[in-house]
């Protein structure tokens, strides 16, 4: 079956705590990205990758790293989380950009203490 | 710069009566639009997309947007409403270049209740 999954799904942490969202895909998709959702403020996305080895910021990249070594997983650091990133993350693959479906893991959410 | 505007944040209907969603974009260029919906708990899933073909647009479940470049509108809408349907909608619209990118611009939301 052809799906995007991260994990945890839930994590409570504390301020300063360095933390790894996993996200990977099975769908050899090349376009990988990690959006943010807050209430009243819809997606935003926080950085994305074109390829392996390739990765750029997105509207909000302040706090959080990423990496992509293999093409199939595209993690998300945060290497010292603080309250104001608690949020709803979603992991997203796409095969050819922008205007193709974008296929979205079930979602992380996160709670900084 | 490309921006999408949601018009309603909650939009309540009852079941078997139609449902509206409406959606304002702006783009200097030909926007590529879409409608995700998000059930509870769950990730987003594409109901439709706009790619400047036809501009009625046939989606999953019985929805369908009519793009209109005259008024700047991607309105979602559906015969008739389900129980299922409940959940958040978002459009969309692909910012130009985003071919490279995967990037996308969404808008705020609007949740839609179902009423028995």
């Known amino acids: 079956e052809a799906q995007v999954t991260q994990n945890p799904r839930y994590l409570i942490t504390v301020t300063g705590k360095k933390l790894t969202v996993t996200c990977s895909q099975n769908?050899?998709?090349?376009?990988m990205s990690w959006y943010r959702q807050d209430p009243g403020l819809g997606l935003r996305q926080i950085y994305y990758?074109?390829?392996?080895?390739?990765?750029d910021k997105g509207d909000v990249p302040e706090g959080y790293k990423v990496s992509r070594k293999e093409k199939r997983n595209f993690p998300l650091i945060l290497e010292s989380p603080s309250p104001n990133q608690t949020s709803l993350y979603f992991c997203?693959?796409?095969?050819?950009?922008?205007?193709?479906?974008?296929?979205f893991g079930p979602g992380t959410r996160l709670t900084v203490t | 710069a490309q921006s999408v505007t949601q018009l309603d944040s909650h939009v309540s209907v009852s079941e078997g009566t139609p449902v509206l969603l409406r959606c304002n974009y702006s783009?200097?260029?030909?926007?590529?639009l879409f409608w995700y919906v998000q059930h509870p708990n769950k990730g987003l899933q594409l109901l439709l997309k706009?790619?400047?073909?036809?501009?009625l647009v046939k989606g999953i479940n019985g929805f369908e947007a009519e793009f209109k470049k005259s008024e700047t509108s991607f309105h979602l809408t559906k015969p008739s409403a389900h129980m299922s349907d409940a959940a958040e909608y978002f459009c969309?619209?692909?910012?130009?270049?985003?071919?490279?990118?995967?990037?996308?611009?969404f808008g705020q939301g609007t949740t839609l209740q179902v009423k028995p």
């Open positions: 997203a693959s796409t095969k050819t950009g922008g205007w193709s479906e974008q296929y």
């Open positions: 769908m050899n998709h090349e376009y």
């Open positions: 990758s074109m390829n392996v080895e390739v990765t």
């Open positions: 783009s200097s260029y030909s926007p590529s």
């Open positions: 706009y790619t400047s073909a036809a501009t």
């Open positions: 969309v619209v692909s910012v130009p270049g985003s071919s490279n990118t995967g990037k996308l611009i």
